[in-house]
């Protein structure tokens, strides 16, 4: 018989359950191990996607506030660097287990938070607790370096964390992301400000609960609430704060770069991109299809590796997007929380607007509106956007060019295998880029000329964590997962020796 899957209306009472701690009183900063509300005493409500309803009220830091975390922070950081790599890894071990006991939990405030989809964020938080235990497993040799002899000279390297830092992130997978910056900076050995989304901030008040209650000590992570033009802004500038490694739009990137460069900080972004998925007609068009659809529909297609625009062979493009079009159309608009839906509400309607936009341009710019192209109607009457495929768009237009970050491809044809590439790098952004041909050779010449710091050749993005991950151009600076992310939060040393009496240049006597 097997376990009977859950229905919206038990999805919807559990969910009631997690939020009611939420509705209680100020959702509070954690600054110094203690839950506190902003210095100033004020407050920001969040609203979930569903229905426009208030589902929580969240103390709103400042630069005061930013202060404190940062002071505690550094506090904290000499005696965090100090813990031998074996006890940070078996904390961050538990951080990991406390992770998935509250699985659940995490799920469905998440989905309720940023409307989400449950059957992906119920395997978010899972993938959660596995960044904690990739980055726990290696923190034992964070510190190891080279041996580099010459002679005369014997040089080892070693590497120290760099300090408190700052971690700033997004609202579209606000867990999974978090997660993903901060347990390498912990494994390290550096201590965190951790500043949230605005707009979805409850689940990131679950982890530093989940981390402290799981043994993490006082200070080495702090999470202080707010806006982007204040807490983040004083975040960027806090003179204790050495690094900022920062995910979100790329614009944001360039002000937090300018914000950052009187204290000289070192950044790391991860920002927007407009990633292309590039079909050849000798491909296996069913699984390019499946690949394609799964890249924009999935998490609402607010995802930063999303397949945006799809270029087709021309020969194939009428028969290719018949395909897409058939899968989109078959798409579940529908509640977060329902088990059967894909697609869930928008974050917030001043982004659905912004989609939306993008539909109204489209037929502006005179592309085919193939499927959706609209709002959609969805229970809670929330920000539901319709799964939308425009086809024959040209390369130059806004919709081929700009991130619209919502479930809306902008499928493109092209003639041979240079024209492909010339659109495909013809953006400004170069995160992914996904390649189906079965032609071995082409496969290599087109992702070798792809200008994309990700390239999946007959895939979707199926993320292996000790990989690089992070973009070219508007797209990001650096790289995260394996030992990449140890290179962003610590410092190489070099130390050289003497191993003979060598001549030392005699000036002066
Ligand atoms: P955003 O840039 O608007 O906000 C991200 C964070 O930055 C928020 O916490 C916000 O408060 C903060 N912020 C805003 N202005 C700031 C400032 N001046 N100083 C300091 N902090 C500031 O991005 P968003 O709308 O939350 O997220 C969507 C974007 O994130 C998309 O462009 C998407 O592609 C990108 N993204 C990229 C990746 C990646 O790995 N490349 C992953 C997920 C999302």
Not at 377 to 393: D, H, I, N
Request: charged share 20%.
């Amino acid at each position: 018989a097997g376990i009977p899957m859950a229905t919206l209306n038990d999805n919807l009472a559990k969910a009631e359950r997690y939020l009611a701690r939420f509705r209680d009183g100020v959702v509070a900063n954690q600054i110094g191990g203690e839950a506190v509300p902003a210095a100033d005493g004020a407050t920001f409500e969040v609203i979930s996607p569903v229905d426009l309803k208030t589902i929580a009220t969240v103390a709103r830091g400042g630069a005061a506030d930013i202060d404190r975390a940062a002071r505690a922070a550094r506090a904290a950081f000499p005696e965090w660097a100090a813990m031998p790599g074996k006890e940070r890894k078996k904390l961050l071990h538990k951080v990991a287990d406390a992770i998935v006991a509250r699985a659940e939990e995490i799920a469905f405030v998440e989905c309720m938070d940023t409307g989400q989809a449950y059957r992906f964020m119920s395997k978010a938080a899972l993938r959660g607790a596995e960044n904690f235990r990739f980055y726990a497993d290696r923190a034992p040799e964070a510190r190891d370096g080279q041996a580099l002899t010459t002679e005369g000279q014997f040089n080892y390297t070693t590497r120290v964390p760099l300090g408190p830092v700052g971690v700033i992130t997004p609202w579209n997978t606000p867990f999974m992301l978090s997660t993903w910056k901060i347990a390498p900076a912990l494994a390290a050995g550096c201590t965190v400000v951790h500043k949230p989304a605005e707009l979805s901030p409850l689940t990131a008040r679950l982890l530093v609960e989940i981390a402290e209650e799981a043994g993490l000590p006082k200070g080495v992570w702090n999470t202080v609430n707010g806006f982007g033009e204040d807490a983040g802004r004083a975040l960027t500038e806090h003179p204790a704060i050495r690094a900022i490694a920062f995910v979100g739009e790329s614009a944001t990137g360039s002000a937090i770069m300018a914000q950052a460069a009187p204290t000289l900080k070192r950044v790391h972004f991860e920002l927007g991109g407009k990633n292309p998925v590039i079909v050849f007609k000798d491909a296996d068009l069913d699984r390019a299809a499946e690949a394609a659809v799964f890249m924009i529909y999935s998490l609402n297609g607010e995802r930063c590796t999303s397949s945006s625009r799809l270029l087709v062979e021309a020969d194939i493009h009428d028969a290719f997007t018949a395909k897409v079009a058939e899968k989109a159309r078959a798409i579940k608009i529908g509640h977060p929380l329902d088990p059967d839906t894909v697609i869930g509400p928008l974050i917030h309607p001043d982004h659905q607007k912004k989609v939306m936009s993008y539909l109204e341009l489209a037929r502006e710019e005179g592309a085919t509106v193939a499927v959706g192209g609209g709002a959609a109607e969805g229970p809670g009457g929330g920000c539901y956007v319709a799964p939308t495929l425009f086809t024959g768009a040209r390369p130059d237009m806004r919709i081929a060019q700009e991130e619209i970050f919502g479930p809306v491809l902008t499928a493109i044809p092209f003639a041979d295998e240079a024209e492909a590439l010339e659109i495909a790098n013809g953006v400004a952004y170069g995160l992914a880029g996904y390649v189906w041909t079965n032609d071995v050779s082409r496969a290599f010449r087109v992702s070798n000329a792809l200008d994309a710091g990700m390239i999946w050749v007959n895939s979707e993005n199926v993320r292996h964590l000790p990989s690089p991950f992070g973009g070219m151009k508007a797209s990001g600076i650096g790289r995260d997962g394996g030992d990449y992310s140890f290179d962003f939060y610590m410092e190489t040393k070099n130390i050289a020796f003497a191993t003979a009496e060598h001549r030392i240049p005699k000036l002066g006597g």
